[in-house]
Structures are given as C-alpha cells and as structure tokens.
C-alpha cells in the first residue's frame, strides 16, 4: 500500500464547491494519524461548517488534539459511537443546513445511512481504508479511498511496545495498541499479532508458548 489518496465516483460528480458539508468520522475505526488527509478530501466538497469525532475518549487517543475537530464522547457501549454518529447524521439532514456530509469510516454498517441521506437528497462522500466494504462504497455519491502507508503504521507500533519495558503476554497485545494507537489487526497485512511479530524478529523477541507468549521490542 502506498501513502496516496484515491477517488471514485458513484454517479455523482465531486465538485469544489461553496456548499455546505458536515464531516462525521467514526474515531473507533479510523485513526487519528489520518486526520490531515480526511480534512483535506472532505474540503475540496464544500464549507467544513461541521467537523466532529465519535467514540470513547480513552480509546481513541489523538483525535482529541486534531484542530478544529470536535470529539463526541459516547462512552463504552456496543455500538455508541455508530449510533450517535448516525442520530446527529439525521438531526443535521432535517436541520436543512448541510448540502453534503462526508462521512468517515471504514464500517460497511455505514452503507445504510449514506443511502438514508443520498434518499434525503444529499450528496454523500465516503472516505474510509480499503479494508472498506463494496456495498459501503457503492452506496455513497463517492468514495475517497485512504491508504495508509505499513512503514508509519510499523513505526507507532515499535515505539508503543519499546514503552512497554517487561513486554507483553500476547494477548495484552491487541487491547493495548488500540488503546494507545486505535490500530487493529485489520489495518495490517497479518491474521494475527503472533504471525506479525514473527515477521519481524529483527525489532522483536517472542518468548514462552501459548497464553504465555511474550512479546519484547528489542
């Protein structure tokens, strides 16, 4: 994967415009490292009058320093975030203020609000990773695909773990990046941590088996 921003159009036209656009991102799912790019795509579709980030404080840890965006705490339950996301979504589309939304996630359960305002009459961008579902992509107005670059992802890892000085049991692992770094497995090429750690012996030790393994930055 490259670092490159791509654009496809699902007949609806991206224009630089003069309307009205609310960003909504879903912070659980996209990081907060993606933050410049996300403000420069949804930009070129209009006036940004709305910028906002859901989720739980303590789990996505950046998106609070991201200028000019406003974080929604919406607590630990399933789904919160979603479904604040969504309800503020709609009061927005009934306020009659917003022309454009772009919404921001890489959750295919999002591809029922992109039709629910494409419905209303709004023009719907979607930006979100490839690991983003087609029937997501197909249901907005277009789609801007973010591609992280696996270098920089690698980098936030090495250093989280070197502040981990005893290391950690394997299955602290995936809890503890997405904490600190709201990575998960799902924006990496491997299936699990193990398989990632072993590709790169050179900046890690494994030691022990099982429940017990234990992973050391070197």
């Known amino acids: 994967m490259s670092g490159e921003l791509l654009m496809v159009e699902n007949g609806l036209a991206a224009h630089a415009d003069n309307a009205v656009v609310a960003l909504l991102i879903d912070g659980e799912n996209i990081s907060s490292a993606l933050a410049g790019k996300i403000i420069v795509e949804a930009g070129k579709f209009g006036d940004l009058i709305v910028k906002r980030v859901y989720g739980s404080a303590s789990r996505i840890k950046g998106w609070d320093e991201a200028p000019g965006i406003k974080l929604i705490h919406t607590g630990s339950g399933k789904n919160a975030a979603d479904i ?18 772009a919404l921001v996630s890489s959750d295919g359960d999002f591809s029922h609000l992109a039709t629910f305002l494409r419905e209303r009459g709004h023009i719907v961008s979607g930006i979100g990773e490839a690991k983003s579902p ?3 992509r197909k249901s907005c107005s277009v ?15 090495l250093a989280e773990m070197q502040k981990q000085e005893d290391g950690l049991l394997i299955n602290r692992v995936s809890p503890t990046i997405r904490t600190a770094l709201s990575i998960t497995l799902t924006d990496l090429d491997e299936k699990n941590w193990r398989k ?7 900046r890690y030790e494994i030691t022990g088996e099982a429940q017990q393994t234990r992973i050391t930055a070197r």
């Open 196 to 202: 990632y750690f072993e590709a790169r012996l050179d």
């Open 134 to 136: 087609a029937n997501y």
């Open 84 to 101: 604040a996301l969504a309800l503020d979504a709609a009061e927005l589309s009934f306020s009659g203020r917003i022309e454009k939304f």
């Open 143 to 157: 789609w801007t695909l973010l591609n992280t670059n696996p270098d920089d992802l690698d980098a936030r890892i």
